[in-house]
């Protein structure tokens, strides 16, 4: 078809653009009710504009669409995106299904490069993440707490005895010395459970 009208063609529906109704982008001329985005039709402007190889989408669908997948990459800090991406033409990907290993590698090596510290008190595997180092042993952070009370614990206020940790307070109680002047006689403060 001949271009009689002397304008340019939009690159969306291909009629003739004129300059009252111009929008450029990317070398390109485009009607202002077409500079919309493929995905969601919503307007464009140069804020919210992102070209991908003859297409234009605003940044929020070329995002679901081109950019990264997987956890963490939401669409705001410390989200996780539930969407699949499926308004914008993708198909959702089934995760295969996990197989934890059941070889447990005691070796030098494996001690030594990559393998990691088993916790004291429920004997799982201990990963940087999740470590806390107390009388001298890696511990989970949920595990790091009192073996009496419970009370979560830090590494300068526990005391430990025979492997196990314990607050200060149970600790004295326990293990400390007993008698006339150590708390437990008349006129001391007792604190009973």
Known sequence: ???????????????????????????RYFHKSCFRCMACKKNLDST????????????????KKYGPKGYGYGQ???TLSMDT????????????THCPTTNVNE??????????????????????????????????????RCA???????????ADKDGEIYCRSCYGKHFGPK?????QGAGALANTQ
Not at 19 to 26: P, R
Not at 85 to 96: D, E, F, I, R, Y
Not at 148 to 158: A, D, R
Request: aromatic fraction near 8%; hydrophobic fraction near 30%; include cysteine.
């Open 148 to 158: 009496k009370c419970g009370k979560s614990l830090e590494s300068t206020t526990l």
């Open 85 to 96: 991406g499926a308004s914008v033409g993708l198909k959702p990907v089934q995760a295969a």
């Open 107 to 144: 070796s030098k090596f494996a001690q030594k490069f990559g393998g990691s510290d088993k916790c004291p008190r429920c004997g799982q595997s201990v990963y940087a993440a999740e470590k806390v180092i107390g009388a001298g042993k890696a511990w989970h952070k949920k595990c790091f």
């Open 1 to 27: 078809m001949p271009n009689l009208g002397g304008g340019n063609k939009c690159g969306v529906c291909q009629k003739t653009v004129y300059f009252a109704e111009e929008v450029q982008c990317d070398g």
């Open 48 to 63: 919210t504009l992102t070209v991908h190889a003859e297409e234009i989408y605003c940044k929020s669908c070329y995002g």
């Open 179 to 183: 008698g006339c002047g150590y708390g």
């Open 76 to 78: 705001g800090a410390g």
